[in-house]
């Protein structure tokens, strides 16, 4: 049974940063793309940036510059360091894995998510 279980979330100050990671089990990643999405209640939930096997990352351009994808395929774990934080990042944030690279389709597999509330 394939996992994916997103850890690191919390509340913090605007401007300040956190660090997620994703640890996943049951399969190996490490020849495909994952990604972090985000939701917040009522709206429709984001790709926020994604990462293939090589290491190819994009960003949706609200985070670009302050969010950094990466991953660790010896660990089957991926992490997403967030910096400059805003009021308008908090949502959950949900881990994603991809059966090949392509990122820009809709993610197989998924994380429950955790919290992340910024105040401001």
């Known amino acids: 049974q394939v996992q994916l279980v997103e850890s690191g979330g919390g509340l913090v100050q605007a401007g300040g940063s956190l660090r997620l990671s994703c640890e996943a089990s049951?399969?190996?990643?490490?020849?495909?793309?994952m990604a972090w999405y985000r939701q917040v209640p009522g709206k429709q939930r984001e790709l926020v940036a994604a990462?293939?096997?090589?290491?190819?990352?994009n960003y949706a351009a609200s985070v670009k510059g302050r969010f950094t994808i990466s991953r660790d395929n010896a660990k089957n774990t991926m992490y997403l360091k967030m910096s400059s934080l805003k009021p308008e990042d908090t949502a959950v944030y949900s881990c994603?894995?991809?059966?090949?690279?392509?990122?820009?389709?809709?993610?197989?597999?998924w994380g429950r998510g955790t919290q992340v509330t910024v105040s401001s």
């Open positions: 990462i293939t096997s090589d290491g190819s990352t």
């Open positions: 994603a894995g991809h059966y090949n690279n392509d990122y820009y389709r809709s993610p197989y597999y």
């Open positions: 049951g399969r190996s990643f490490s020849n495909s793309a």
